[in-house]
């Protein structure tokens, strides 16, 4: 295993890092310092190189694109209605940033920080800490993530956490696959393990609700996103998917295409998953989608619905998530 490091830019007149593990079957992971940015996810088929994810290849593109590509996002990811929240009978209002909802902890949230960064033996880890007059959230968060990657071509993403006070934690890798060789992804074949999906409000924030999987929701066996679309502009019309899965954690779904497989497991209860084309705006209005995001989390606004799981972190304690990604090449 041999992990490097180089500048990729500045941010705020700081140094922006870019660190690349790479194992024996010359898979590769990169990542940034800003935002601990999943930069590439590159696998080596029969002396090729292929990328697994959307990424950019300069810090720019990374600033001031607005789909959160490979970033890191929280304090918590997704939506908190009405960016409030109650926590030991104190309600908390935050500055919104999603019409009157608050989304992936706001404007100074994790996607907006340069990460202190270091190789520590085969991985690589970054360290920031947040602060409640920053954020608004209660209690000043310091944030660890870590980045490895295993000789079997798995990718593991570990964030973990302490605040001075007791507050929320819901952290994500805000990541966009494509598997196929194509621009578009839309004979990328997907299976989720969910027999549920979040009812959410025109504006997308969870209702409280649980709904059994329809037809156009029904990832339970492998379906191309061809098919996925078709299927649900036939049941009620929509061009897109933006939604939550609710799943059991442990093996939460793969994706596939001909040639290779990348399967997802978490310790959380959530997926979210996005058809998106983040490099090209106008071929998003097209649906012209040429990725997939794959959010693995806890449940969109859990601290709002008392069934969603639990994401508060307690005062002076310590609490790891991880999420994982496993590469496989289709002989």
């Not at 009978?89 to 999603?98: G, M, R, S, T």
Request: charged letters at 25%; glycine letters at 6%.
């Amino acid at each position: 295993m041999e992990v490097t490091k180089k500048k990729f830019g500045e941010y705020k007149s700081e140094p922006v890092y870019l660190y690349t593990i790479e194992n024996d079957q010359k898979t590769r992971v990169s990542v940034l310092s800003y935002a601990a940015t999943w930069q590439n996810f590159e696998v080596n088929e029969n002396g090729i190189n292929h990328s697994l994810i959307t990424h950019f290849n300069n810090l720019d593109d990374y600033i001031k694109t607005p789909y959160q590509v490979g970033k890191t996002v929280g304090r918590v990811a997704g939506r908190i209605g009405n960016a409030s929240f109650k926590l030991d009978n104190e309600i908390y209002e935050l500055p919104p940033n999603d019409g009157d909802n608050l989304i992936h902890g706001g404007n100074n949230g994790f996607q907006n920080a340069n990460f202190s960064s270091e190789i520590v033996g085969d991985k690589v880890v970054l360290f920031h800490k947040f602060l409640s007059s920053d954020d608004k959230f209660p209690g000043d968060l310091e944030l660890k993530v870590t980045y490895s990657l295993s000789p079997e071509n798995e990718v593991k993403i570990s964030y973990s956490a302490t605040s001075t006070a007791k507050t929320l934690f819901n952290p994500t890798c805000h990541v966009y696959f494509n598997v196929t060789d194509n621009e578009d992804v839309f004979g990328q074949e997907v299976q989720i393990n969910s027999d549920a999906i979040l009812k959410v409000d025109a504006n997308k924030v969870p209702t409280g609700k649980i709904l059994p999987v329809t037809n156009g929701y029904n990832f339970k066996k492998f379906k191309t996103i061809a098919k996925a679309l078709d299927d649900l502009k036939s049941e009620n019309g929509k061009l897109e998917f933006d939604d939550t899965y609710v799943t059991d954690g442990n093996s939460v779904a793969t994706i596939k295409s001909n040639k290779r497989t990348v399967d997802f497991s978490s310790d959380r209860n959530g997926l979210v998953i996005f058809t998106a084309n983040p490099t090209d705006p106008q071929k998003a209005d097209n649906r012209e989608y040429n990725s997939v995001a794959m959010e693995m989390q806890t449940l969109p606004d859990a601290i709002n619905h008392e069934k969603f799981g639990n994401i508060i972190l307690p005062k002076n304690k310590s609490v790891t998530y991880t999420n994982s990604y496993k590469y496989r090449q289709i002989n």
